[in-house]
C-alpha cells in the first residue's frame, strides 16, 4: 500500500461511522472479518509443553505491544517464572529460526538478522527470544536451547493461529476502534466481535488499552467491562544513546535538561503524535519528525546540523553504534505499568494452566 493511500485511508478509519469511500470498501471488508473468523475457527494448533501467552493487536499499526511484552516478562519474573519470548520480527533479512539470547554474539544482534522490537525486548528484560515466522518453531527452537523455560510469551501473534495460547492480550492505544470495520473499510485486522467474549472451550482474552479510551462519538469497546483494563504509562526519562547502549537509565533530570533548546523528535513508531505529546507534557519544544513504522534509519532523517534528537527506544537499537557527527541523540524511555485487577486476572488464568504460577 503507497504512503499516500494509507494516509487517506487512515483519515476516514478513525470517525466513528462510515464515509463514502469506506462505505464502497465495506463489502470487501465483510470478506476480510469472514476470513479471519473461520481462521480463527478452525484453529486448532497442538499445545506446548508450557503456557503461551500472546499479545497481540486487532487494530493496524501499533498500540503497545512492545512495553505490554516488556511488563509482562517483568510481571512473570516477579511471580517466580521463567519466561521467553517469541516474535516474528518484523523488517528481518529472511523468515528462518533466529534465536537471541546471551550467547549471541554483539555484532549478530542486528535488526536485520532479529527486526528492532525483538533486539529492544531482549534488552530490555534479557529474556531469550526466538524470532520466525512460523511462531510455533520459534517456541520450539527457544525451548530446546532453554529448558530452564516455563512460559512463553509471544509478541503480535494473534492472528498467527498455529500457535496454540492458553491467555490471549489484546492491546490497545487511544484510537479506539475507528469505525468499527475490518480492513479495508476500517481499522481492524477481524471482526469487531472477536474483540469479545470468547467461546467457553477458547482461552480467557484481556483487553488492555493503553491511555483511556477515547469520548463518544467514539464507538465503545466490543468487550465485558470486567476484561477491559487500562496501563499507566509515561515517560520515564531521558539518556544519551551512547549510554543507553551500555544499559544506563534514564533520568527525569535528563530530560528536563532539554527544556529551553531546540529539539527535534524523531519517532517511526505506530503513533508519533502520541510520542510527540508526552515529551510537549514534559515542557519540551519540538520540531517533529514523523516517520513510518519501523523505520530503517538508514538514511538520518534530519539536517547534519542538528544540534539535539530525542527518539524511543524502539528506533535507538537502529541508531547504536551509527557515526550521528555533532548531533546529540536522547533515548525516551517509557515507564509501562499493568494496572492491578489485570495482574490478578492474568495470575488467576495462567494458574488454571500451570498450579506453579
Do not use: Y
Not at 534528537?309 to 555533532?326: F, N, P, Q, S
Amino acid at each position: 500500500m503507497s504512503a499516500a493511500l494509507s494516509r487517506l485511508l487512515q483519515r476516514h478509519w478513525w470517525r466513528p461511522t462510515l464515509t463514502p469511500l469506506t462505505a464502497a470498501l465495506a463489502p470487501l471488508g465483510a470478506l476480510v472479518g469472514a476470513v479471519a473468523a473461520r481462521r480463527r475457527a478452525g484453529a486448532h494448533a497442538q499445545p506446548l509443553p508450557v503456557p503461551v501467552i500472546v499479545v497481540g493487536n486487532v487494530i493496524v499499526g501499533g498500540a503497545g505491544k512492545t512495553p505490554t511484552v516488556i511488563a509482562l516478562v517483568a510481571l512473570l519474573r516477579a511471580w517466580g517464572r521463567h519466561p521467553g519470548i517469541v516474535s516474528r520480527g518484523h523488517g528481518r533479512a529472511d523468515d528462518a529460526v533466529q534465536l537471541l539470547d546471551a550467547a549471541t554474539p554483539a555484532g549478530a544482534a542486528t535488526p536485520a538478522a532479529f527486526g528492532d522490537e525483538p533486539l529492544l525486548m531482549h534488552r530490555r528484560t534479557g529474556a531469550p527470544v526466538a524470532v520466525a515466522r512460523q511462531r510455533r518453531a520459534a517456541a520450539l527452537r527457544l525451548l530446546q536451547a532453554h529448558p530452564e523455560l516455563d512460559v512463553i510469551v509471544a509478541d503480535d501473534g494473534l492472528q498467527h493461529h498455529g500457535l496454540a495460547r492458553d491467555i490471549e492480550l489484546v492491546v490497545f492505544d487511544g484510537r479506539g476502534i475507528g469505525n468499527g470495520r475490518p480492513l479495508p473499510a476500517g481499522p481492524l485486522r477481524e471482526r469487531a466481535s472477536a474483540i469479545g467474549p470468547a467461546g467457553p472451550d477458547a482461552p480467557p482474552r484481556f483487553v488492555l488499552v493503553n491511555g483511556h479510551w477515547p469520548a463518544p462519538p467514539a464507538l465503545g469497546l466490543p468487550a465485558p467491562p470486567e476484561r477491559c483494563f487500562e496501563a499507566v504509562r509515561a515517560l520515564g526519562g531521558a539518556v544519551a544513546l551512547a549510554d543507553w547502549a551500555r544499559g544506563a537509565a534514564a533520568t527525569r533530570e535528563a530530560l528536563h535538561a532539554l527544556r529551553g533548546r531546540p529539539v527535534l523528535a524523531a519517532a517511526g513508531i505506530g503513533d508519533p503524535e502520541r510520542f510527540f505529546a508526552m515529551l510537549e507534557s514534559e515542557g519540551l519544544s519540538l520540531l517533529r519528525q514523523p516517520l513510518p513504522d519501523h523505520a530503517d534509519f538508514a538514511t538520518l532523517p534530519w539536517p547534519a546540523d542538528t544540534p539535539d534528537v530525542i527518539v524511543t527506544e524502539k528506533d535507538a537499537v537502529k541508531l547504536a553504534d551509527r557515526a550521528l557527527g555533532r548531533t546529540r541523540v536522547w533515548v525516551a524511555t517509557l515507564d509501562f505499568g499493568l494496572p492491578d485487577a489485570l495482574v490478578a486476572a492474568l495470575r488467576e488464568a495462567l494458574a488454571r494452566r500451570s498450579p506453579s504460577a
